[in-house]
């Protein structure tokens, strides 16, 4: 699972507005997980509970939802059901029905925006197991791919999970959901664990409870969309309780005689969007923000901003106006999302 992060990292930001040294009671942990990698930050640990119980829970997880969820793993569940021919019902895991069903949900209020079963178009264009084509597919190619994509063709029960196609060749890629169930998942752990005072980002997806070590809101950075060493932000949120993840361009696409194409595929052509910036998502459940901010990418700001509204979304586009980077809010982004620098212009 791969999502470049679009957000920079709360170490950076600690730094960068107040100069602190970290905390001593401030546990932070990091690695490499599901093709990417996470920051978890932890404050005032219970005396009960030690890094090695923390460490335990978080592989756990992350373990459990790669062998679930994994499509560059031959023996995950999400593998086994693609590799099958059978348009019976076909036994998954919990965890995979779950994000099924949410998926399933996002789609039918997007209009289609957001659909699991481009699978072989993710691939065909370069971003899936195979990696990068040799040759860019043509329409007939596509026509055929499509033909077999559609998440009304897709069936998941959550009693006695499992998932069921309508065509034997049809195939799903959660990687544009899964990392925020990973993230709602530990979030879970650690609160079972008596933790309360957290932050986890795994691959971008971050969400955070509680306080930060200084006592204060977890300040996560929103960066500029744009290809710059070292990272600047654009913005900076407060947030407490709740998760963010930002989806963008920017940063995952290949180039092939002087065009750009981009990670995310538009499931209603088939074709990798075009860029306009990135787009961030705040809200309470990091599994629907992971799936809503890849369907206001795909939408644009105009239509996106549109269907923001109608959801009660708290969503920011980040787009280039000539040569300055400008804001576009929802009214719910305005309403509950604090910033360090109110940069952010509504419209």
Known sequence: MLRLPLLLNCAFICALVSACARAPQELVLS????????????VGTPSTIDEAAVRAALNSVLDSVDMEMSTYRPDSAISRFNASRSTDWFDVPLGLARVVAA???????????????????IEAWGFGPSGEPLALPTEQELTELRERTGYDLLDVRL?????????????????????????????ERFEA????????????????????????AWQIAVERPIEEEPQQPFVILQLEDVSVTTSGEYRHYFER????????????????IQSFGSVCVVGPSSLLIDAWATVLNVLGPEQGLALAEKEGLAAMYIVAEGDELRART??????TVKLVEPRVRGG
């Open 103 to 121: 998926a399933h949900e996002v789609s039918v209020r997007s209009g289609g925006a957001f659909d699991i079963t481009i699978a072989p178009l």
């Open 193 to 216: 664990l008596g933790l309360h005072d957290f932050m986890i980002d795994i691959g971008g997806e971050v969400l955070t409870r509680g306080r930060n070590a200084l006592g204060t």
């Open 330 to 335: 929802s009214s719910e982004f305005r309403r």
């Open 159 to 187: 009693e006695q999970p499992a998932l069921r196609k309508h065509h034997p060749e049809l195939t799903i890629d959660v990687n544009g959901i899964a990392p925020g169930y990973a993230v709602d998942l530990l979030a």
């Open 31 to 42: 690695g490499s997980t599901m093709g990417t990698t996470y920051v978890v930050k932890i």
């Open 257 to 272: 005689e002087g065009q750009r194409y981009s990670h995310t595929i538009d499931p209603r052509t088939g074709r990798p």
